[in-house]
DNA sequence: CTGTGGTCTATGGTATACCACATGTCGAGG
DNA sequence: CCTCGACATGTGGTATACCATAGACCACAG
């Protein structure tokens, strides 16, 4: 008989971990009235676990750049500035755009064919539809131009700040008609792959991302915060 | 009178962390009969701790890569494969690279004066002569490049890389004359910035540690492993 | 000699108790 | 009424005890 190994690599750590990612993630930290604020021993008795795995699994997430522990004060969520919301953009066109590069050289005819093959099913007419439904087809556009660049560090890397910027793209999905704008930049994209252009799917890449900077910085700048992340498609 | 706040900030988790990271990196972690195993209570006892900081401590080293926790085994110092440090001179390239293009864009003069100078300081001959301090200066160079971009999360995140690397560097400058290769594509780097030219820039960085890239892969390939870092300068 | 199963020990995982500091409260003293 | 300090309480930091499993070791049956 066959016989699956038990995982055993579960550990109360990494649970522990996962929930509370997926917990601070799916908060609208920019909320005025959030409450930012974590409690040991109230998080340790909603998990049902002791402190000793709770706080190893804050560590990481402190580390991780989603909250800050404060000896004696608390933990808190950290709330990311305009400042490093645009830092982080700028991160992430260094990081794709280097995997654009990649891609056109490297990436399969079959990798590039699966890529237009995904973008076609979001034209620009289904774009501005469903704002909601075609952000998860732009995030996953993006993660496959990492992923042919056959660097997976890159692609992880990338993948650490795109979870920082969740809210962020929401909401500039839906100013501006940049939907639409972004559909415009993916076929540039995939044809520079397509003609296997290094310099020119790296530039494309970086400027579609830069595009969003500026965006951004234009846009949110002089708002003493960001506020009410509201979903996007609503 | 004035006084500075007395740092409270500082924690025993904090504290294990430096002292465990900075002991890893002394390792000779490529040594064929290099200790790699870690053990918690030895750990706690040599560092005169109980085992929960140390413990957190450890977390956060798993996080950055530089060991591995496993559950009723032990933990282990982990060695980068060829294959990880090719991706970690990837994604370092593609974060300078666009340091620089913002270098070029963004820096001020003074900042490029002060790059030149310190690069005048470590001319062809010298670098030659000792690669040891030159290997030191070289650091600094690229340290100031991502300075100059003026994004810290560039400077943060090539530096996460950089430590993972630092006996891969010790080792590649001393082989294939590189040293002077280095300082010749440096002055290009520089004159790219005085000239404003983003883009020059930008592909002259790159490809500068791309060159790394292909050359590490070309020395060491079809080793088994990494064998020996010992000091370049020897 | 061999292999099978029990046992012993080392190790990371978890729970819990206690500590030190930060902060809010309240009352004495002015 | 205001100030200031003692005290109560909340919070993260640390130490320690105990648990469960992995793996080595050993005794014994064949």
Redesign the pocket.
């Known amino acids: 008989m066959k016989l699956q190994p038990?995982a055993?690599n579960?550990?109360?750590?990494?649970?522990v971990y996962d929930r509370l990612r997926a917990a601070i993630l799916e908060m609208n930290i920019y909320d005025e009235d959030a409450d930012l604020?974590?409690?040991?021993?109230?998080l340790?008795e909603q998990l049902?676990?002791?402190?000793?795995?709770?706080?190893?699994a804050?560590t990481r997430l402190e580390q991780d750049g989603f909250i800050e522990?404060?000896?004696?004060?608390?933990?808190?969520v950290v709330r990311k500035t305009l400042d490093e919301i645009l830092e982080m953009i700028v991160a992430w066109a260094a990081l794709e755009s280097m995997a654009a590069r990649l891609a056109a050289e490297a990436a399969s005819e079959a990798q590039i064919k699966a890529l237009r093959k995904h973008a076609a099913k979001h034209s620009e007419s289904s774009a501005a539809a469903d704002l909601s439904e075609y952000s998860e087809a732009n995030i996953r556009f993006h993660q496959m131009i990492l992923e042919m660049s056959g660097c997976g560090l890159l692609a992880s890397m990338a993948e650490g700040l795109f979870v920082h910027m969740h809210a962020v793209r929401r909401r500039a999905m839906a100013e501006g008609d940049r939907a639409s704008r972004s559909v415009v930049d993916h076929m540039g994209i995939i044809e520079a792959l397509e003609a296997r252009d290094a310099d020119l799917a790296e530039r494309l890449v970086r400027d579609h991302t830069m595009r969003l900077h500026t965006h951004v910085r234009r846009a949110w700048t002089a708002l003493e915060g960001i506020q009410g992340t509201g979903e996007a498609a609503g």
């Open positions: 038990i055993t579960f550990t109360l750590k990494d649970h604020r974590l409690d040991e021993r109230s340790a049902q676990v002791s402190r000793t795995p709770l706080r190893e804050l522990i404060r000896a004696r004060k608390g933990v808190f």
